[in-house]
């Protein structure tokens, strides 16, 4: 089973790039661009102190624009951004729990290279990205009114 499984995507990748050979089209020096949709699940976290927090499932987005400096390497950029609501409950210092609502932001901005190992149309890729993440989490502090 898994032998032909390996043998019918050997056979779709050089079927492609056969394909497209009569359509050589490089790109070297062209930009690319996409929008990215996210969904992330519900959950619900616990802490060893009594707290909790049920995050709601949320959906974001995001978008990436790049530049293929030769039909090898891709230079590019990645921003993302979601919004969720949770539920909460926090620890006062006198050992009760408060219930609370909140809102949970993240974004993400991440610098992206890519190597494409081949040159034809399909091709395997690495990619290696670092960036930064900023999350708020909407904690209170202080008395909730």
């Known amino acids: 089973m898994l032998k ?3 043998t019918s995507l050997v056979l779709l990748f050089f079927a492609c790039n056969i394909s497209a050979a009569g ?3 490089s790109r070297a020096e062209k930009w690319s661009f996409s929008i990215v949709p996210m969904v992330t699940n519900s959950k619900i976290l616990e802490f060893t102190n009594g707290a909790k927090a049920d995050i709601s499932k949320r959906s974001g987005f995001g978008f990436t624009f790049g530049y293929n400096v030769d039909e090898h390497i891709e230079i590019g950029l990645l921003f993302s951004a979601s919004n969720s609501n949770y539920t909460g409950t926090r620890t006062l210092e006198d050992g009760t729990f408060e219930r609370f ?3 949970l932001y993240t974004s ?3 610098f992206d ?3 494409n190992i081949l040159s ?3 091709t395997p890729y690495i990619n290696l ?3 930064s993440t ?3 989490s909407g904690i209170p502090t202080g008395n909730i009114s």
Request: hydrophobic share 40%; glycine share 4%; aromatic share 20%.
């Open 108 to 110: 993400s901005f991440n």
């Open 120 to 122: 034809q149309p399909l």
């Open 4 to 6: 032909s499984v390996i």
């Open 23 to 25: 359509f050589k089209d």
């Open 113 to 115: 290279f890519t190597w």
């Open 129 to 131: 990205t670092a960036g």
């Open 101 to 103: 609502n909140a809102n």
């Open 134 to 136: 900023y999350i708020d």
